[in-house]
């Protein structure tokens, strides 16, 4: 593991898996989804990933005079209080 990281540049990969992906119309320029997401992190000496945090990612979706679908807005919601996503 510690060659293919090095590879990479760096000691430590960081794996996130997002789920069920749920899209409510709020109105014709407005999408809200909700993901279940998990991320793992794992160090060159470590064997297996481990969990590092779940959460809830909710995002808001505009469509733009150009007809144009972008974010406008994300937010994490994690499900251990104090729990803070950074980069590792």
Do not use: C
């Not at 407005?30 to 809830?56: C, F, H, R, S």
């Amino acid at each position: 593991m510690a060659g293919i990281l090095n590879d990479l540049g760096d000691d430590r990969q960081a794996r996130h898996f997002e789920s069920n992906t749920l899209l409510h119309a709020q109105d014709k320029d407005t999408v809200i989804g909700k993901t279940t997401l998990l991320v793992t992190i794992q160090w060159a000496d470590m064997e297996v990933p481990n969990l590092d945090y779940t959460a809830v990612l909710k995002a808001t979706f505009a469509r733009g005079t150009d007809n144009v679908w972008r974010f406008s807005r994300l937010t994490l919601i994690t499900d251990t209080p104090g729990t803070q996503a950074r980069a590792r």
